[in-house]
């Protein structure tokens, strides 16, 4: 099953079509941005969201602000690029893929700077498309690695959304549902609704009941009582940064359930991409994590639900400590008992 969440619709002077996330379910509608303005509005307001669909988005309104930089000369192109990457970059601050794919389009840059102008946007513009290429066979592989890990009849707890409207194609940690679906294998899967945006609710299930997979909606506070209950054999959950030594920021409400399924004895695996990963950083302590609008909590979706003026605060993700994920499903393959030495072993050339 293939959701198409992001898309380069034309050549070089066309536009990003995506799905607009924020109105599903209730409906499936296609936008176009056609300037950096509005993909880093798409980003912002979550029209696009998910670290690996945020990080093509990123590599494409990169693009974008290539295109709208005016001058013949190659110096001033790059000056005016790094301000366009910057302005991208203060979209949304805690999925590293984003920067990471800002960082491969001013490596381009930099290494082109010889090259004519509209010789330098054609590199970037290939490169906001390989960007996408890639992650389409990195969703395939984590599905390929992460389905060993599955076994027939298993329950399965997922938080938040990380499936193909999250990447270029198939997903991260529901890649290896749809895998292990795919090789014949019966899963129950419980997905969190996630507050406040919901993204378990609207998405997840959405997704999963598109491919025909066993489904159920559980309210995030539900987590600890399914488990009690014998019904979930593991837990995978996507990122949106891990640390160099495996601490991995996702989703809030993520590491309440790491330490949930920590007291009852089921595994817990991260699926993400090697694009997820911040090596720069040695811990999870070095995260940003972004905070977002009370109205998030205090009316979600139009309906005021606490007290005006009410104080609220609206972290949008936590991190969870390595030494509690059993293992980190990547691309190249699993990581277990992840750490330093052996992400590092795994990821790095
Ligand atoms: O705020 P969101 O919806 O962008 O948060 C998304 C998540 O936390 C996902 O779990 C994560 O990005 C992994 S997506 C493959």
Same mark, same amino acid.
């Given at each position: 099953?293939? $959701?198409?969440?992001?898309?380069? /619709?034309?050549?070089?002077?066309?536009?990003?079509? +995506?799905?607009?996330?924020?109105?599903?379910?209730?409906?499936?509608?296609?936008?176009?941005?056609?300037?950096?303005?509005?993909?880093?509005?798409?980003?912002?307001?979550?029209? =696009?969201?998910?670290?690996?669909?945020?990080?093509?988005?990123?590599?494409?309104?990169?693009?974008?602000?290539?295109?709208? $930089?005016?001058?013949?000369?190659?110096?001033?192109?790059?000056?005016? @690029?790094?301000?366009?990457?910057? #302005?991208?970059?203060?979209?949304?601050?805690?999925?590293?893929?984003?920067?990471?794919?800002?960082?491969? !389009?001013?490596?381009?840059?930099?290494?082109?700077?010889?090259? %004519?102008?509209?010789?330098?946007?054609?590199?970037?513009?290939?490169?906001?498309?390989?960007?996408?290429? /890639?992650?389409?066979?990195?969703?395939?592989?984590?599905?390929?690695?992460?389905?060993?890990?599955?076994?027939?009849?298993?329950?399965? +707890?997922?938080?938040?959304?990380?499936?193909?409207?999250?990447?270029?194609?198939?997903?991260?940690? +529901?890649?290896?549902?749809? %895998?292990?679906?795919?090789?014949?294998?019966?899963?129950?899967?419980?997905?969190?609704?996630?507050?406040?945006?919901?993204?378990?609710?609207?998405?997840?299930?959405?997704?999963? !009941?598109?491919?025909?997979?066993? =489904?159920?909606?559980?309210?995030?506070?539900?987590?600890?009582? =399914?488990?009690? +209950?014998?019904?979930?054999?593991?837990?995978?959950?996507?990122?949106?940064?891990?640390?160099?030594?495996?601490?991995?920021?996702?989703?809030?409400?993520? #590491?309440?359930? %790491? $330490?949930?399924?920590?007291?009852?004895?089921?595994?817990?695996?991260?699926?993400?991409?090697?694009?997820? @990963?911040?090596?720069?950083?040695?811990?999870?302590?070095?995260?940003?994590?972004?905070?977002?609008?009370?109205?998030?909590?205090?009316?979600?979706?139009?309906?005021?639900?606490?007290?005006?003026?009410?104080? =609220?605060?609206?972290?949008?993700?936590?991190?969870?400590?390595?030494?509690?994920?059993?293992?980190?499903?990547?691309?190249?393959?699993?990581?277990?008992?992840?750490?330093?030495?052996?992400?590092?072993?795994?990821?790095?050339?």
């Amino acid at each position: 099953m293939t $959701i198409s969440t992001i898309e380069w /619709e034309g050549d070089e002077n066309g536009s990003i079509k +995506l799905v607009e996330q924020t109105i599903l379910p209730g409906e499936l509608k296609y936008i176009n941005c056609g300037d950096t303005k509005s993909i880093w509005d798409a980003i912002k307001r979550l029209g =696009v969201r998910g670290a690996p669909a945020i990080g093509i988005a990123a590599g494409m309104g990169a693009y974008l602000g290539a295109r709208e $930089i005016k001058t013949d000369s190659s110096a001033e192109f790059l000056d005016k @690029f790094d301000e366009a990457l910057k #302005y991208i970059g203060s979209s949304r601050p805690t999925a590293v893929n984003l920067f990471n794919s800002l960082d491969r !389009m001013k490596k381009v840059a930099d290494q082109s700077k010889d090259k %004519s102008v509209s010789e330098i946007k054609t590199s970037l513009f290939n490169e906001a498309l390989k960007i996408h290429t /890639e992650d389409k066979e990195c969703c395939r592989n984590i599905g390929k690695h992460g389905a060993t890990l599955i076994k027939d009849g298993m329950g399965v +707890l997922t938080h938040c959304n990380a499936g193909g409207l999250a990447t270029a194609d198939y997903g991260t940690a +529901l890649a290896v549902m749809f %895998s292990a679906n795919e090789q014949g294998k019966n899963i129950k899967v419980f997905a969190d609704e996630t507050r406040p945006l919901l993204q378990g609710a609207r998405l997840t299930t959405w997704e999963l !009941m598109q491919a025909g997979i066993d =489904v159920t909606l559980i309210c995030d506070n539900m987590a600890g009582h =399914v488990m009690k +209950l014998g019904k979930i054999d593991c837990v995978v959950v996507g990122a949106d940064r891990i640390a160099s030594n495996g601490d991995a920021a996702n989703k809030i409400g993520t #590491y309440s359930v %790491s $330490i949930l399924a920590k007291e009852h004895n089921i595994p817990f695996y991260i699926a993400a991409p090697k694009s997820t @990963f911040d090596f720069e950083i040695q811990t999870g302590e070095q995260i940003p994590i972004e905070e977002r609008g009370s109205e998030e909590v205090t009316e979600g979706f139009g309906k005021r639900t606490a007290p005006n003026d009410v104080k =609220v605060f609206n972290p949008a993700f936590d991190v969870t400590p390595a030494a509690n994920i059993a293992a980190i499903i990547t691309e190249r393959g699993v990581i277990h008992n992840p750490n330093t030495e052996n992400i590092k072993a795994m990821l790095i050339d």
